[in-house]
């Protein structure tokens, strides 16, 4: 199964408000990332968090780790329609080079 | 820098006949990845390299699947022979170092579709 398990599958909402999307893994990490994908597009790096790190900010992005849950999540603050993507979080594990992605969020915002 | 760099963008063949996937990472990093995505499993990690030495291919599906990095700008999937079941989007992925301290960069990826 897989290491990443993104919540909820699918998220719709009307722009500028926030979507929280949530990941929960299975093993220690070095880190957690989050990716967005656009439609018919490749993997666009987003944030990286380090496991000894409990909140990271760029823009208006915001993760927080919890390595007691072994949860991540992900808020994109006043969302616009260009931040329709489908968003995935990806774990590398512990004294391993393999990142292994989850299933993804879908995100849709309404214009 | 253009990116990683992957061609074809797209590909339609006929079941058995050998396919094969290119990619250019970008110079300097020292790990390459490949990946497949598909509805039902999602992205799938199948192989990597450091420094062109494969180093995991647990994820390669079959012996039909090969992967090589002759030299640092270069790598290459082939299947072969391909069957309907290897249709999908197969990504390349790059970094400077393994364990993605500066995120993974990936190519707009190759879309595979096998009659």
């Known amino acids: 199964s897989q290491q990443g398990e993104e919540d909820p599958q699918a998220l719709s909402i009307q722009e500028g408000e926030n979507a929280t999307m949530n990941c929960s893994y299975k093993?220690?990490?070095?880190?957690l990332q989050w990716y967005r994908q656009n439609s018919g597009r490749g993997l666009v790096h987003l944030i990286l968090?380090?496991?000894?790190?409990r909140e990271k900010h760029s823009g208006r992005l915001r993760v927080t780790l919890d390595t007691s849950k072994k949860s991540s999540s992900l808020l994109i603050t006043a969302s616009r329609a260009a931040d329709t993507a489908s968003y995935f979080c990806?774990?590398?594990?512990?004294?391993?080079?393999?990142?292994?992605f989850g299933a993804g969020t879908r995100l849709f915002v309404k214009a | 820098d253009a990116g990683v760099i992957q061609s074809p963008r797209h590909e339609v063949t006929e079941m058995g006949q050998e396919v094969t996937l290119r990619c250019k990472p970008i110079?300097?990093?020292?790990?390459l990845f490949w990946y497949r995505q598909t509805m039902m499993r999602g992205l799938e990690l199948l192989i990597y390299?450091?420094?062109?030495?494969?180093?995991?291919d647990s994820g390669m599906p079959e012996d039909r699947f090969s992967a090589k990095m002759p030299n640092a700008s270069f790598s290459t999937l082939k299947i072969q022979p391909s069957e309907p079941r290897d249709s999908a989007v197969y990504f390349c992925?790059?970094?400077?170092?393994?364990?993605?301290?500066?995120?993974?960069?990936f190519g707009s990826g190759t879309r595979l579709t096998v009659v």
């Open positions: 992925a790059s970094s400077l170092g393994g364990q993605g301290r500066d995120g993974y960069t």
């Open positions: 093993t220690s990490i070095n880190n």
């Open positions: 968090i380090r496991s000894n790190e």
């Open positions: 990806a774990t590398v594990i512990t004294g391993g080079f393999k990142t292994i």
């Open positions: 110079s300097g990093h020292d790990y």
């Open positions: 390299f450091n420094n062109n030495v494969p180093i995991d």
